[in-house]
C-alpha cells in the first residue's frame, strides 16, 4: 500500500526520446519507466507531464493529457505556445481565442476573434479585424473595435476603442476610433488625452 505523499511523487509522466524509427520521436514512461504513451511527438515542451503538456504532432503544436488525448490547440506565440500570464494563457478552437488555465482547463470559452493575454486581470479582446502578416515571421491583429474582459470571461469595457494595449497597473493606453491616442482606467473611463 502507497502512501498519499509516494502517490503525490509518482503523478506525473517523464519524456523520454527513441530514434529507432530513423526520426527521434519523443513519449512518456511512468516513474516505473512503463511506456504509457508511444514515441511519436517531434518536440515536446517539458521533461515531465503533470496536467498536461505541449508537443508537436505533424509539427502542429496541441495540448495533451497523461492519457494522450489532446485537450486543445494552443494560440501560436513567439514560435510556439502561448505564455501563461496572469495564471491563463489563449487556445484556438473554431478560429476563436479562449482561455485555459496552468492545469489546461478552458476556463473562459474560445469566442472571441483575437484577443490579447492577460495583464492585471485583464484582457483586451477584438470583435472583428484580421491577422496582417509583417514578414514571414511576424504577424499582427489589425481592425475591429477593441475592449476588455475579465479572468471569469465577462465583459468590463465594452467594444469601442481602435486599437488597445494591455493594462499596466491601473491604467491602459488605446485609440479611440477618431484616433485620439488616450489613457484609460480600468471602467474604460478617460484619464488623459496623450495625442490627437
Known sequence: MTSLGQKAKTNYLLAFSD?????????FKNAAGQITIKPKYEIVSSDTLYNFTFVTLNYKWIAINKQDSIILTPYIF?????????????????GKIGFANAKGQKVI??????ASSFSEGLAAFSVGGKMEKWDAEHSTWNGGLWGFINKMGQVVIKPQ?????????????????ENNHIL??????????LSH
Request: contains cysteine.
Open 78 to 94: 513567439d514560435n510556439g505556445p502561448d505564455y501563461i500570464k496572469d495564471g491563463l494563457f489563449r487556445f484556438v478552437e473554431n
Open 161 to 177: 476603442f481602435a486599437n488597445a494595449y494591455s493594462f499596466t497597473g491601473a491604467t491602459c493606453e488605446v485609440w479611440t476610433k
Open 19 to 27: 530514434s529507432s524509427s530513423g526520426q527521434e520521436l519523443w513519449g
Open 184 to 193: 484609460i482606467d480600468r471602467k474604460g473611463k478617460t484619464i488623459k488625452v
Open 109 to 114: 470559452p474560445a469566442k472571441f476573434d483575437f
